[in-house]
T-cell receptor, first 114, second 114 residues
Framework: AQSVAQPEDQVNVAEGNPLTVKCTYS??????LFWYVQYPNRGLQFLLK??????LVKGSYGFEAEFNKSQTSFHLKKPSALVSDSALYFC????????????FGTGTQLKVEL | KAGVTQTPRYLIKTRGQQVTLSCSPI?????VSWYQQTPGQGLQFLFE???????NKGNFPGRFSGRQFSNSRSEMNVSTLELGDSALYLC?????????????FGEGSRLTVL
């Protein structure tokens, strides 16, 4: 069975500082990895994905993620945080051949303060 | 291009009743997935439909069912509602079921069971 772990319920960072939201995964075979963001009372929005290729993936709104196969991690990063980045972030994994069935982590609340 | 539309956005039901939620995917998208989001269990996959056929199913009781129509619109039904069914139900569409693209989520239907 596939699983995703987001070890931090909340991450606080000052505006302008770099941010990291952690994610580790467990899946048999090659993983398809995703990051989504959810603003209050809204659905999820896609940020970025890793399927294959470069370990550093660039996505929307200046976010990027680093895939590390040996550590089974897929951490979300941004060089300079904005207050508007404050939201709930979800890491997700999909197994090859698994259609659109995503297994999500529990989510990390990001709070960016002035 | 219009996004994923879910109706109704909010609804209140009592235990034992049934409910039907509707999802209109993005035009041209043929895959529709449903997820349940609760504070306790997080995001959980319900089922996925592609070309009117259920492709994947999550670990939910038979009270949860769905279907997809020829125009790709989808409905999900929950019968004999329980208090624990109170949740945000999210629908997501994708071009198809085998690609590695992102899912496009609607804003959800928030169900409260009293």
């Amino acid at each position: 069975a596939q699983s995703v772990a987001q070890p931090e319920d909340q991450v606080n960072v000052a505006e302008g500082n770099p941010l990291t939201v952690k994610c580790t995964y467990s899946v048999s075979g090659n993983p398809y990895l995703f990051w989504y963001v959810q603003y209050p009372n809204r659905g999820l929005q896609f940020l970025l994905k890793y399927i294959t290729g470069d370990n550093l993936v660039k996505g929307s709104y200046g976010f990027e993620a680093e895939f590390n196969k040996s550590q089974t991690s897929f951490h979300l990063k941004k060089p300079s945080a904005l207050v508007s980045d404050s939201a709930l972030y979800f890491c997700a994994v999909r197994s090859v051949g698994g259609g659109n069935k995503l297994t999500f982590g529990t989510g990390t609340q990001l709070k960016v303060e002035l | 291009k219009a996004g994923v539309t879910q109706t109704p956005r909010y609804l209140i039901k009592t235990r034992g009743q049934q409910v039907t939620l509707s999802c209109s995917p993005i035009s041209g998208h043929r895959s529709v997935s449903w997820y349940q989001q609760t504070p306790g269990q997080g995001l959980q996959f319900l089922f996925e439909y592609f070309s009117e056929t259920q492709r994947n199913k999550g670990n939910f009781p038979g009270r949860f069912s769905g279907r997809q129509f020829s125009n790709s619109r989808s409905e999900m039904n929950v019968s004999t509602l329980e208090l624990g069914d109170s949740a945000l139900y999210l629908c997501a569409s994708s071009v198809d079921s085998s690609n590695t693209g992102e899912l496009f989520f609607g804003e959800g239907s928030r169900l409260t069971v009293l």
